[in-house]
């Protein structure tokens, strides 16, 4: 079993930057994809960014393309999300999300991932 935490949200002004970070608990991390998601109020939960076991793949959703980046430290236990040239509509309730699976398919799914964090607000004011 996995637990995740993450940490590093906050208010931010249009432009600026916030990492995200999302520790993970357990000895396999390494053999898990891992997935940022986002829920603003009112929406439905939405992918951000996934990046599979081995770090050697990543996707993103097309809003974010060139501002964010993912990347995991395996040795850590420890995946983040690079948040840069933020806008308001980037305003959401940011979750990490784990599941076991070692291809190299990055996962972009929320119904793939069984492990999820308590979630961090990120919110950025115009």
């Known amino acids: 079993q996995v637990q995740l935490v993450e940490s590093g949200g906050g208010l931010v002004q249009a432009g600026d930057s916030l990492r995200l970070s999302c520790a993970a608990s357990?000895?396999?991390?390494?053999?898990?994809?891992m997935g940022w998601f986002r829920q603003a109020p009112g929406k439905e939960r939405e992918f951000v960014a996934a990046?599979?076991?081995?770090?050697?793949?990543?996707t993103y959703v097309d809003s974010v393309k060139g501002r964010f980046t993912i990347s995991r430290d395996n040795a850590k236990n420890m995946v983040y999300l690079q948040m840069n040239s933020l806008k308001p509509e980037d305003t959401a309730v940011y979750y990490c999300?784990?599941?076991?699976?070692?291809?190299?398919?990055?996962?972009?799914?929320?119904?793939?991932?069984?492990?999820w964090g308590q979630g961090t607000q990120v919110t950025v004011s115009s």
């Open positions: 999300a784990a599941d076991w699976f070692k291809g190299d398919v990055v996962r972009t799914r929320g119904t793939f991932y069984g492990y």
């Open positions: 990046i599979n076991w081995r770090g050697a793949g990543t």
């Open positions: 357990g000895r396999t991390f390494s053999s898990y994809a």
